[in-house]
């Protein structure tokens, strides 16, 4: 088993190359898009056009924005409480993983609807989905266990005409990742998910008191960014569900060439090569993806021979 980190530049603060969003938002353009952004857009202290970051309803109409200018999607929406994506570092994960799909291509992002990916947690805002369809033409399974996501995801794809192109699918085990979503003979090119990196919710809230008060704000426990329990945490927290998605994955080898997952914490990293060198992957790689300031991994293994 090969390990090797892929860094995109020095340490990575640029997005993606490809990815949309590496410049300043353009407000006006955005505003021009979705008119009702504009009574979210002030001049920051540094005299440009900004938003409320700490304001849920304002970067949920920024995302609506964004979404229709750069993607032509014209209906977006997502239930009070659910969790509401940054634009920008989700488009970056699709484009690090078409680098992915590149490598078994001649070097070549392959695009159009030859392509199949499957999203793991598509969550009721089926970003992912939504990207990578607009982005690279890609077919797109989202699976889901939350029955408020799943209606609310399906409700996106079926407002913007895109049934033929992502398919939610429903969980209905929460012990499953891939069993009861992947079909008899069904083939995925690669596979994604987010995974909830909390171990309970008491951690959840503790982590958002303390970011509030480095920003000088006291918002108590509030999430401006949104969230349920089960997309920020779970018994065991990262480490946990990731040897649950790595051992299930082993199942379905020859049903996906690639499987992928984002990884919050550097320290979860040396027990998924531990566990991923015991299920015999044959290949491994460390994707380092960074904005700004943070910094989150993608943790991409096969089991198949990639040419």
């Known amino acids: 088993m090969a390990d090797q980190t892929q860094n995109s530049s020095e340490e990575k603060t640029n997005l993606h190359p490809r990815n949309l969003h590496r410049g ?8 021009k898009a979705l008119p009702a952004l504009r009574e979210f857009v002030v001049q920051n202290e540094s005299d440009e056009l900004s938003i409320n970051f700490t304001d849920p309803e304002a970067v949920k109409t920024l995302n609506k924005a964004l979404l229709k200018l750069h993607y032509g999607i014209a209906q977006w929406d997502i239930p009070e409480g659910f969790l509401c994506p940054p634009i920008p570092g989700r488009a970056d994960y699709i484009h690090y993983i078409a680098d992915v799909l590149a490598e078994g291509n001649n070097g070549v992002v392959p695009t159009g609807n030859s392509v199949k990916v499957l999203d793991v947690g ?25 029955y408020i996501a799943v209606a609310a995801a399906k409700k996106i794809v ?11 699918r429903r969980q209905t085990s929460y012990a499953n990742i891939f069993e009861g979503i992947i079909k008899p003979g069904e083939k995925f090119d690669i ?17 958002s008191s303390r970011k509030w008060k480095n920003l000088g704000q006291d918002k108590g426990t509030e999430l401006n960014f949104g969230g349920r329990n089960n997309e920020l945490w779970c018994e065991g927290g990262e480490p946990r569900f990731l040897n649950k998605m790595m051992s299930e994955s082993k199942e379905f080898a020859k049903s996906c060439k690639w499987f992928s997952s984002l990884i919050s914490q550097k320290t979860t990293l040396p027990g998924c090569y ?5 299920l015999g992957a044959k290949e491994v790689k460390t994707i380092n993806m960074s904005q700004g300031q943070k910094t989150n991994r993608i943790l991409v293994w096969t089991f198949q021979d990639i040419a």
């Not at 970003?127 to 982005?135: D, E, M, Q, T, V």
């Not at 079926?158 to 939610?168: H, M, P, S, V």
């Not at 596979?191 to 982590?207: G, L, R």
């Not at 531990?274 to 015991?278: C, G, H, I, R, V």
């Open 191 to 207: 596979t994604m998910c987010n995974p909830p990196f909390h171990s309970s919710s008491k951690e959840v809230k503790e982590k």
């Open 122 to 146: 598509v969550g009721a805002n089926c970003i992912y989905p939504l990207i990578g369809h607009k982005a690279y033409g890609w077919n797109f399974v989202g699976s889901e266990a939350d």
């Open 274 to 278: 531990k566990s991923l060198d015991y």
């Open 24 to 31: 300043r938002y353009d407000f006006q353009a955005l505003i």
């Open 158 to 168: 079926d407002d913007n005409n895109l049934a033929g192109a992502i398919d939610i």
